[in-house]
């Protein structure tokens, strides 16, 4: 299974991106998806998860979305209103044997995308 990770960039705050993972060798249905990010000289966090509903970080929640396409096997991440401190190195990852309450645990996912850097200017 691979999953790339497409996207970032160069962002002023206020805008918008539009990320996207694409997997290939099994279908994402049935799995749980999820995005998380790595600002510089942080920890790894959790932004968003779609498994039969969605997820989302407090820090996110009501700017960003995930969406899952099946007939593409790709998982988008849609920001919006985007501030200094979303900027992080982004990866995806797909798990499918989470249950509820790991959903926002990086660990318990099996396979993860190369990352994509977004950088928010003020």
């Known amino acids: 299974v691979q999953l790339q990770a497409s996207g970032g960039g160069l962002v002023q705050a206020g805008g918008s991106l539009r990320l996207s993972c694409a997997a290939s060798?099994?279908?994402?249905?049935?799995?749980?998806v999820a995005w998380f990010r790595q600002p510089p000289g942080k920890e790894r966090e959790f932004v968003a998860a779609?498994?039969?509903?969605?997820y989302y970080a407090n820090s996110v929640k009501g700017r960003f979305a995930i969406s899952r396409d099946n007939a593409k096997n790709t998982v988008y991440l849609q920001m919006n209103s985007l501030k200094p401190e979303d900027t992080a190195v982004y990866y995806c990852?797909?798990?499918?044997?989470?249950?509820?309450?790991?959903?926002?645990?990086?660990?318990?996912?099996?396979?993860w995308g190369q990352g994509t850097l977004v950088t928010v200017s003020s």
């Open positions: 779609f498994r039969w509903t969605e």
């Open positions: 060798g099994r279908t994402l249905q049935g799995t749980t």
């Open positions: 990852a797909m798990g499918s044997r989470l249950i509820t309450s790991t959903i926002r645990d990086g660990t318990a996912y099996d396979y």
